[in-house]
């Protein structure tokens, strides 16, 4: 109810008092007001002054009313958490040692980790929970045991990993090596290339650093941002859901929920950021509703038995009624929207999607009224429009069939699961449970939407879940598409599943049970999910240092490819030795790997592990296939090797290009 | 060139009235007398910037967009997101291959 707590102007300030008084006892933390079998929901706006207007302000303030059960918590509530979280934290370093990658297969990470790995998880939600269960739960606290929760589930990978894994972090790190120094992105390599602000961003990062590369910054991204995200999505729950301990579970869902993995060192891990920057925002301090003074406030029907007037008129009334206005002061006002218009204009030149998610979500905001600054739209808008029109011109006159489609009606969803659901029974399993997530996660959000609608007669949230489905139209983009409208719209579909949970549990307390032993569940069926693919994503030191020395060999210009697009190949030299001639049916050499070398002749060849996985666990290649062709290679006469460890190796051309 | 530039600083133009105009709403706002001629003449200003604007983006390529987008006629590549590298230019012409020792494993 975050635009009750509105001025409502004179002509409706006795109408609204009620409500506006009991929004804002909200503002203060009191486990104990539970008087209303619904909490109500919380604003970002400063507690309104108790000095009525014209009172002077040394008039002493009324003293807060203590607590009702002020009484000292048992140790078990005081020490419980922290102890919890701290011996979560102890068990990560015993997790790194005794986790053994060298057996990665199907099953991914969930396979190897070690049992210390699976403690710390065990206890990172212990102390979550504890904390919760508390009776005066502190916010600190609950704030402390989120962050070793990310680091024991999101943070798992960088902790027992040396490295960043995951090929597409690499690339992109590839994108700012590009970058660096010049500061100029090149042209013709790839399209992403015109949304360059990220890239331009970390390459003055790593430059004003004087560092020569990123790899720390890719390591321990995800956890970071993931964090980030949860701070959103706890700041959106707080205005939608109102109380003090559902908005945690709602940070908390929104992990548990999260297998989509686009939180690697990429453009749209930021954009996301900046969408529900200004999403909670919009929700937020700029929250308004209209009042309809006609008595009945849109459609469906909201009482039974409520006489129904003539759509006309609710229509008529509802578009000249003026939206409540927000309490801050000017100056706040001022300087969230100038900060939102910062955001939204930074999305343009960040990503591709995001700008579209954000945008669709504020025109619904809009169209019902219910943020004031409506104009941030039209910013928005134009930003996004002049960016692609005129920065963008040559993506555009390019390749416009990213935006129409070029005939590939149903390519997203295709790519996006179809052709994904392939390789051993590890591998099936987890892209089932892929696919069975977001299933879970809409149903949940449906039964939400109801009990929201049900309490607060309103279908907003749903819709904003909705619309990044819109962008489903662009089916070109690829497999990806699918898992970013799922992600955009996953905030406010977790906030509505927290609603049904919170139904859930009110009927029987002793259900809050289950919802803990429910979050024991999710977050390892988490883990299982994310590390499903870390047989082939898995990115060891020495392919590192193997790739830079690799690059660091080729001279100017020379071809530099992977045996498959998986591994750090990506690292550097983009511009400069990944101009590959298109080669019908070799967008990976692995596809059909002597024609492919044959035509493409590229001057350096990379093997990894990860490749030879990825062929054994993925593509039903039998083990040391990889080992196979390289030596074919060698035999040939065509390639030496300058570097080989176990299926790691380096073949450079003898014979010089034709 | 010289067009994309002017439509850059009409989006900055509008960027700005458009703030001039939030001032000068939000910091009247429950005043007994408020600022009605000033916000009703940014009004104005913000909506003929934003006309010029759209003008401005029409004849710097807006309308060679929109015929691409209706009659589909332009030369088309690869979405690039899902295929990482998409050559343009033909590769450069790679000198012949030092001998490198091997690394070290």
């Keep these: ?658 | 060139m010289i067009g994309g530039v002017l439509t850059w600083l009409v989006l900055a133009l509008v960027l700005v009235l458009f703030g001039a105009r939030a001032w000068v709403v939000e910091t009247n706002r429950g005043r007994l007398t408020t600022a009605g001629a000033t916000q009703r003449g940014l009004t104005w200003a913000v909506a003929a910037s934003v006309a010029l604007l759209v003008v401005m983006a029409m004849v710097n390529g807006g309308l060679t967009l929109t015929g691409l987008l209706i009659n589909g006629e332009a030369e088309t590549g690869t979405p690039s997101d899902s295929a990482p590298v998409v050559s343009q230019q033909a590769p450069a012409a790679p000198a012949a291959p030092a001998p490198a020792p091997a690394p070290a494993p």
């Design chain 1, 1 to 658: 109810m975050t635009s009750e707590t509105r001025n409502t102007g004179p002509g409706r300030g006795a109408a609204s008092a009620s409500s506006t008084r009991t929004a804002e006892s909200t503002q203060y933390l009191d486990p104990n007001r539970s008087a209303s079998p619904v909490d109500q929901p919380t604003t970002a706006v400063r507690p309104p002054s108790p000095h009525p207007q014209g009172e002077p302000s040394d008039t002493p303030r009324p003293p807060t009313p203590a607590p009702r059960d002020a009484g000292p918590l048992s140790p078990l509530w005081v020490w419980g958490s922290p102890v919890l979280a701290v011996l979560a934290v102890v068990m990560l370093p015993l997790a790194a040692a005794t986790t053994n990658l060298d057996d990665l297969g199907g099953w991914g990470l969930a396979a190897v980790l070690s049992p210390f790995g699976w403690a710390a998880l065990v206890l990172a939600i212990a102390a979550c929970v504890v904390e919760l269960w508390s009776k005066r739960p502190r916010i600190p606290m609950l704030g402390i045991a989120t962050t070793v929760l990310i680091l024991c589930s999101f943070g798992m990978p960088s902790v027992v990993m040396p490295q960043a894994r995951f090929t597409t972090a690499w690339l992109i790190g590839g994108f700012v090596d590009a970058l660096a120094g010049t500061g100029v992105p090149p042209t013709g390599v790839d399209a992403r290339f015109y949304w360059p602000a990220f890239f331009a961003q970390w390459a003055w990062f790593r430059d004003a650093a004087g560092v020569d590369n990123l790899d720390v910054v890719l390591r321990w991204f995800p956890a970071a941002v993931v964090a980030v995200w949860a701070i959103g999505v706890y700041a959106l729950a707080r205005s939608m859901l109102g109380g003090t301990r559902a908005p945690w579970v709602a940070a908390w869902l929104f992990l548990g929920l999260n297998w989509i993995e686009q939180d690697y060192f990429s453009p749209q891990a930021t954009g996301i950021v900046l969408l529900l920057t200004v999403l909670t925002f919009a929700l937020g301090p700029l929250a308004t509703r209209r009042t309809d003074t006609a008595g009945v406030a849109g459609w469906p029907r909201p009482h039974p038995g409520s006489p129904r007037l003539p759509r006309w008129r609710r229509w008529l009334v509802s578009a000249m009624t003026p939206p409540n206005s927000p309490t801050l002061p000017p100056r706040q006002l001022l300087l969230i929207y100038f900060s939102a218009a910062l955001c939204l204009l930074a999305i343009a030149p960040t990503h591709q999607l995001t700008p579209f998610a954000i945008i669709g979500q504020l025109v619904v905001l809009a169209v019902v009224g219910r943020f004031r600054g409506r104009g941030l739209v039209i910013v928005a808008t134009l930003g996004v429009g002049i960016y692609i029109l005129i920065a963008g011109r040559d993506f555009w006159m390019t390749q416009i069939s990213m935006i129409t489609g070029g005939g590939d009606e149903g390519g997203a969803i295709e790519a996006g699961f179809f052709e994904r659901l392939e390789g051993d029974t590890g591998q099936i399993v987890v892209k089932l449970l892929r696919a069975l997530m977001p299933v879970l996660t809409w149903l949940l959000a449906i039964v939400g939407a109801w009990v929201y609608w049900k309490r607060r007669r309103d279908l907003v949230p749903i819709l904003l879940a909705v619309v990044p489905m819109g962008m489903a139209a662009v089916q070109s983009y690829g497999g990806e598409l699918l898992l970013r409208v799922i992600l955009y719209g996953l905030p406010v579909l977790t906030i509505l599943a927290v609603d049904a949970l919170r139904a859930f549990v009110r009927a029987d307390r002793r259900r809050e049970i289950a919802l803990g032993i429910g979050m024991l569940i999710l977050f390892p069926v988490l883990l299982l999910i994310r590390g499903g693919n870390d047989a082939y994503m898995d990115v060891t030191t020495e392919d590192v240092a193997m790739t830079r020395q690799a690059y660091d060999q080729a001279p100017p210009g020379a071809l530099v490819q992977p045996l498959s697009n998986v591994g750090p190949y990506g690292l550097e030299g983009i511009g400069e030795h990944n101009r590959a001639p298109g080669v019908e049916g070799c967008t990976q050499i692995a596809n059909d790997p002597l024609r492919c070398i044959d035509q493409m002749q590229p001057q350096t060849l990379l093997f990894y592990e990860s490749i030879e996985k990825e062929g054994v666990v993925l593509n039903g290649e039998q083990p040391g296939w990889s080992t196979r062709i390289r030596d074919q290679l060698i035999a040939s006469g065509q390639y030496r090797a300058t570097y080989q460890n176990g299926f790691n190796a380096v073949l450079v051309r003898v014979v010089a290009p034709q």
